[in-house]
């Protein structure tokens, strides 16, 4: 008998602001299963980024066993921990520990889709999936021997190709053997129907929208950097940048044609291209304060270039209303590929100073124009 509480456990590197939105959409569809979250960092204090990928694993199960003890859990609660780490995509995408406890991972997913895609529907779609698979099966054993080599669009598809899970999630849908299997083993009407409906919302907004992106036209974007502003022609939409995200901006737009894998961007490279661009923006000297803001961006465990990409994302999307339309002026990894790139044509990025006139990229300019 499993009980219908959920709890979601975040770890320090899940993105706080996903974690809400996550428990939102979860608990917009009425049913008997309760969704809640712990507000708590459990993994503080290790630092489980510089742990190998069999030993992550071990500890965020430890974790949940940890948390597990010290609240008493009642054994038929469900416990999900919530990883933000994201080098250790295996089967589903999501760990299916034996009983009832569980591991979704919350970043990367860009990588699955081909246009920005807001994680929470991939990341609910793993919850909502391990719900169910747990109460279909004992342990990852069993449920492995149910899973679909060759993709159908079914929760139960093993996934081998990175675009198999996109169309897994876009379809939102179960095969009839896994819909007569759910049958047979009885599970309660309601609580499937919950899970159902919010895989509807899930595949409604990560569906193909080629049709609605056919009359989204690229425009130039014209970009002030001193100003830090970006200027979309066409769309009217003026986009301001803090000082730190309109020099990664202009940093990527410099790396534009091959794109930079983030874990290239060390703090020589980043002292070397970004900090120049960073100061130009004070007009200042380079003081400790500076170059430790931009040290951080290459420190992997501070997450920080991936907030700064996040947010530039966010402020796109806020103008133009459109994740596809956003994507070519955003910076992203590529499906297929490691490398973080804008993908915007260069002939339509156009420098500009504040009357409007060209003006060469800012790493072309002299110390002295840029002051
Ligand atoms: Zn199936």
């Not at 979860?26 to 960092?41: C, D, K, N, Q």
């Not at 008493?72 to 999501?94: A, C, M, R």
């Not at 899930?202 to 036209?217: H, M, P």
Request: glycine share 4%; charged share 25%; aromatic share 10%.
């Amino acid at each position: 008998m499993k009980f219908n509480n959920i709890y979601l456990i975040a770890d320090e590197h899940f993105d706080s602001s996903l974690l809400t939105k996550t428990l939102e959409l979860l608990r917009s569809v009425p049913g008997p299963i309760r969704f809640s979250a712990v507000p708590e960092s459990l993994l503080t204090g290790t630092d489980s980024n510089t742990l190998s990928a069999a030993d992550r694993r071990q500890h965020l199960l430890q974790t949940i066993k940890r948390y597990r003890e010290a609240n008493k859990t009642p054994e038929q609660d469900s416990l999900i921990l919530l990883s933000g780490l994201s080098d250790d995509f295996y089967w589903f995408n999501s760990k299916f520990v034996d009983g009832n406890d569980g591991i979704v991972y919350g970043s990367d997913w860009d990588r699955y889709f081909s246009v920005p895609t807001d994680s929470v529907y991939p990341v609910v779609y793993e919850i909502t999936a391990w719900v169910l698979r747990s109460r279909l099966f004992g342990n990852i054993s069993e449920a492995a021997l149910h899973a679909h080599r060759s993709p159908r669009g079914c929760f139960m598809d093993l996934c081998t190709n990175d675009s198999d899970v996109t169309l897994k999630m876009r379809t939102g849908d179960i095969c009839p053997e896994c819909l007569e299997f759910i049958r047979e083993k009885r599970l309660s009407t309601v609580v499937v129907s919950q899970i159902f409906q919010l895989w509807n919302v899930v595949s409604s907004k990560l569906s193909y929208r080629n049709t609605a992106g056919f009359q989204e036209e690229l425009m130039p974007l014209e970009i002030n950097f001193a100003k830090k502003e970006l200027y979309l022609t066409g769309y009217d939409a003026v986009i301001e940048l803090a000082p730190i995200q309109m020099s990664v901006y202009a940093f990527f737009l410099k790396h534009s044609k091959t794109g930079i894998a983030l874990r290239e961007l060390t703090a020589d490279l980043l002292n070397r291209e970004l900090l120049p661009l960073y100061l130009k923006l004070f007009k200042g000297s380079i003081s400790d304060e500076a170059r430790a803001t931009v040290e951080s961006l290459a420190d992997p465990a501070s997450n920080s270039l991936s907030e700064v990409i996040s947010k530039i994302r966010r402020k796109f999307l806020d103008s133009v209303g459109s994740e596809t339309l956003a994507s070519h002026y955003t910076i992203n990894k590529g499906l297929k590929e490691n490398n973080h790139r804008i993908r915007l044509p260069e002939q339509l990025v156009r420098w500009v100073d504040s009357n409007g006139f060209g003006t060469p990229a800012p790493w072309e300019q002299s110390s002295k124009d840029g002051r």
